[in-house]
């Protein structure tokens, strides 16, 4: 049985200023996914997020959202997604307790204090409720921003790079976190440029130039490139690393004692090998990983803000 759709839009466009920034975008999203969406900056992540959940009216395309109709039914739906954007957006000379009991205020909840002390076990944070939110270390103010987004329990949640700037141990955390939504059934959207919140999705778009270019099951994402990896060892991998750094269109990565090179062209990657091979160094190919495919697709791809190619 296929998992039932949070979210289905097809032909989603969108023109600003006379150019279109999201062209005929189709997409399929399941109940309690994990979906990130990749590309450079402007490419239209926000706005084709921001369509799916009738956030924004596009100006084509069609399409539901979690079962309200994303022209006609905006309202419905925003009251069912929470929003967590880059910046912290709670009140920092407010206490975390005030914090979350402003916001579960705004939403109108019944059983507002009930609410606040529940996510304030949730956090952990009922003994220090009566801090400042201003004083909070950076993963705990992201802690107690996503705690405030989900106080309404929405069932879908909108993530814009949502570990920019939060130290390693905190973003795994926070991963854990979203995780655990997920597995309750949240669905998930997130707009990132960051490798490692990437390799948190299970699916991945990557749009430029308001176009979807590939989209998928994230561990399908190398082969539906079609990525090839060889994998170089033994002696003298620095004059290797440097010599295959000079060939463009190969990407190089060094892992310890290993070099990694990738490219979609196999020739070319053979006949880069070729001398290193003859050298004596080990060359093997192997399986490319998402990593190697992420960097692969973000390297592919310049700043949309230059205009469109035609
Ligand atoms: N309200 C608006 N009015 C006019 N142009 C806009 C508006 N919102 C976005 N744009 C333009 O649309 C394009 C797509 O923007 P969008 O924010 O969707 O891209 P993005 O991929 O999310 O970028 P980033 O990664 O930088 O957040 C950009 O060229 C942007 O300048």
Redesign the pocket.
Known sequence: MTAPLAITVRGLTKV??G?K??DGFDMDVPTGAIYGFL??????????IRMMCGLLTPDGGTGACLGHDILTQSRRIKEEVGYMTQRFSLYEDLTIRENLDFIARMYRLPGRRSRVAQALADLGLTDRASQLAGSLSGGWKQRLALAACMIHDPKLLLL?EPTAGVDPKARREFWDEIRRLAATGVTVLV?T?YMDEAIQCDFIAY?AY?RKLIDGRAQDIPGRIGLLTFRLSGADLPEAEARLRAIPGLQVARFGAVLRISGTDRAMLEAATAPERARGLTVQEVPAGLEEAFIYLMAGSTD??APAPP
Do not use: L, M
Request: proline share 5%; no cysteine.
């Open positions: 600003f200023s150019r920034v999201v590309g450079p900056n402007g490419s239209g992540k926000t706005t084709t814009d707009s440029h749009i308001g949309n803000f």
